[in-house]
Structures are given as C-alpha cells and as structure tokens.
C-alpha cells in the first residue's frame, strides 16, 4: 500500500518508497523487479492519492509495469480520471480497467457515519447535505464527533469548521493571504447554503 501524498513524484521518490515497503536496501528498479519476481503468488501494489503521482504515469506504464512480472498488479486510486494512454494505447487494451465510483446510498452513508462515531441525528444531517460524496462524509463525520452536542447546531456548522480546519493548513502564500484577509473581515452571512 502506497500513499502518493507522501511519495516524491520521481521515479527515484516512487522506487524509493517502493523498496523502503519491500524492505529492499537499495531502491533501485532492478532489485524492485528481482524481489516482486521471485514471489509465487499474486502481489497487488495498492497506490492511494494517484492524482498527485501524474508526472510518474508515462513511466509506471512504460517503464514500471512492462519489466514486472505477470503475478503483480496495480490498483491507482486517483480522483481524476486515468490518463487515456490507459485504454487507448494498443499494448493496454484489455489490461487495464477503470471504475468511477460514485456516491454511497443512504445504507452505506449512514453505516460510514457510524463508524467514524457520529450519532444518529447528526449522521442523518450530514447524509442530507453531503449527497453519498464520500470526502465530505468522513470529514464532516469526522467534525461532528469533535464538536460540543447543541441543539442548534447545523451541517452548515460542521461545514464552516471542516472549512476553517482546511485553511488552516493551507500552504499556498497567495491562497494564505486571501484566507487570512477573508477571516479578518469576519465571515459573512449565508456562505454555506447547503448546494
């Protein structure tokens, strides 16, 4: 399992991490592919946050997965939707399968919601403005088990704090300072109308 917001998006960064998680001592693409060859059974490379990785793409399918053997599998988990060189390309046809997941029905929101410790009230009031978006619902479930139990509170509440928690980390100096600027002035009334 690899995270790609903590990989460099190098070919180095990516054969680093790769061998630091096949406890390999020196990341290289040879010792990658002598470790994941010598395995007798199926071996899945499980890589999250893809969309952040787009630089490594062309090598991954060029490079990477031409040189590793037919025992090993990558699954991208990206936000984005693949690059077309995926399905288009001639030697990818048949070898590669995107699914778009979509939003999660109402069974699975409110069982996620439970699972990330929200009560019932609130899980059905976060389930009415987040729609099935997955991120939403686990941040906003994630806030609601933070925040104090009042009676007036609203999603609109919980989507202001999982607002200012996001600004909060934001490293971009110009976004920064429009943020800040924003927060200075006060908030204004009706910026979250729950569309």
Request: proline share 6%; with cysteine; net charge positive.
């Amino acid at each position: 399992m690899l995270d790609g917001r903590t990989i460099e998006p190098t070919e180095s960064g990516f054969q680093h991490e790769l061998s630091r998680q096949l406890r390999i001592g020196r990341p290289t693409l040879g010792g990658i592919v002598r470790v994941l060859s010598k395995r007798n059974r199926a071996v899945v490379i499980a890589l999250d946050s893809y969309e952040l990785l787009s630089l490594l793409d062309a090598w991954l399918r060029q490079v990477l997965l031409s040189r590793l053997g037919e025992n090993v599998r990558l699954n991208l988990a990206s936000r984005l939707a693949p690059a077309p060189q995926w399905t288009e390309t001639p030697e990818w046809r048949g070898s590669f399968r995107s699914l778009e997941l979509g939003p999660l029905d109402d069974i699975a929101t409110l069982q996620l919601l439970g699972s990330v410790g929200a009560d019932e009230t609130r899980a059905r009031a976060i389930a009415t403005f987040a729609h099935g978006h997955l991120l939403a619902l686990v941040m906003a479930g994630a806030a609601s088990t933070q925040l104090p139990s009042e009676p007036n509170r609203t999603p609109q509440s919980a989507i202001s704090a999982i607002a200012h928690r996001f600004l909060a980390e934001v490293e971009d100096p110009q976004l920064g300072k429009l943020c800040a600027r924003r927060r200075s002035f006060g908030e204004p009334r009706g910026v979250y109308s729950g569309h």
